[in-house]
């Protein structure tokens, strides 16, 4: 499966924005999908993860209440919204997909990765 990530940008602290994954590959209805992000000096780290189904999702502590994932395995797309966004937020977002667990937080584990989108959130 081949990802494409888009939908970053510059934005002010407290505004939202929507990261879209797109795949391709008829078998994308089988992938739990995940976002990660990466900030300058830092590794990779968890951000949220979809079942292949899309009815569980899991977050990590510090995005829950303000970012949701979905997808709509119809259009072979899966969607970060992120609300309330904050400085500590700015990133590159990665999306990535693997047939295991949606809730892995080891990068290492997911086998498929888009390119980045870089999210800036000024204060």
């Known amino acids: 499966v081949q990802l494409q990530a888009s939908g970053g940008g510059l934005v002010q602290a407290g505004d939202s924005l929507r990261l879209s994954c797109a795949a391709s590959?008829?078998?994308?209805?089988?992938?739990?999908v995940g976002w990660f992000r990466q900030a300058p000096g830092k590794d990779r780290e968890f951000v949220a993860g979809?079942?292949?189904?899309?009815?569980?999702?899991y977050y990590a502590d510090s995005v829950k209440g303000r970012f949701t994932i979905s997808r709509d395995n119809a259009k072979n797309t899966v969607y970060l919204r992120m609300n309330s966004l904050k400085p500590e937020d700015t990133a590159v977002y990665y999306c990535?997909?693997?047939?295991?667990?949606?809730?892995?937080?080891?990068?290492?584990?997911?086998?498929?990765w888009g390119q980045g989108t870089q999210v800036t959130v000024s204060s």
């Open positions: 979809i079942s292949s189904g899309g009815r569980l999702a």
């Open positions: 590959g008829r078998t994308f209805s089988s992938y739990a």
């Open positions: 990535a997909a693997d047939e295991k667990h949606y809730a892995n937080t080891d990068y290492q584990k997911w086998g498929y």
